[in-house]
């Protein structure tokens, strides 16, 4: 199930994002992206700086959408996800390593991060063991490959042990928000902080 995020009157999208992730340095990683994209277009992985977020490096992921579009390919596998599901995913196809139902809801995914494009923020429960949020950004670069780059946190707590769950099935969940209203969200929040900073910095009128 994918629950989409749209700009309303009250909050804006970038701030409602934000609070979903609750995790300051995958709202590092979401920020970088924003800076990146702020012209509006797609952001060149090229001018991602992974070093940037050393703390979430072992977290990190990229795969990148095949020629044919069929598949993507795992371009980056952080050490932690290498540890948790006990190999590495970097040169295999996402086809491979997932299951076929699996697959299908990841590529579905995946596909509309980089073509819509969107910024997604999924969570799952995985094998009844562990709850995995993932941030999922897209990227291309000087050849128009599209990439999806991206840190997922890893929680072995919040599993309920009694969830009338198949030790081997997940579910999942995904919060999309189109990358237009992200970045036009973030850039007038910038405005209003820009606008108070000049307010308060003008002498106040004389009695």
């Not at 012209?39 to 959408?65: N, Q, V």
């Amino acid at each position: 199930m994918i629950r989409f995020l749209r700009p309303t009157s009250e909050t804006e999208p970038v701030e409602r994002l934000r609070a979903e992730i609750a995790d300051p340095q995958m709202e590092g990683l979401l920020d970088s992206w924003l800076r990146l994209a702020a012209d509006g277009t797609l952001p060149d992985k090229a001018k991602f700086d992974p070093l940037e977020h050393s703390g979430l490096l072992p977290r990190m992921w990229i795969y990148e959408l095949t020629d044919d579009r069929q598949d993507f390919v795992g371009r980056l596998c952080g050490e932690e996800i290498r540890h948790v599901w006990g190999q590495t995913t970097k040169g295999l196809p996402l086809s491979q390593i997932s299951s076929p139902d699996r697959f299908r809801t990841s590529y579905r995914r995946w596909l509309y991060c980089v073509t819509a494009p969107a910024v997604l923020l999924g969570s799952s429960t995985e094998q009844a063991q562990f709850v995995v949020k993932r941030l999922s950004l897209p990227f291309t670069d000087h050849l128009g490959r599209l990439y999806v780059l991206g840190a997922s946190r890893y929680d072995f707590r919040q599993v309920d042990p009694y969830a009338g769950r198949h030790p081997y099935r997940h579910s999942q969940a995904a919060l999309a928000v189109r990358a237009s209203d992200l970045t036009g969200s973030a850039h007038r929040g910038s405005q209003a902080a820009s606008n108070a900073r000049t307010w308060a910095a003008q002498p106040s009128p004389s009695a």
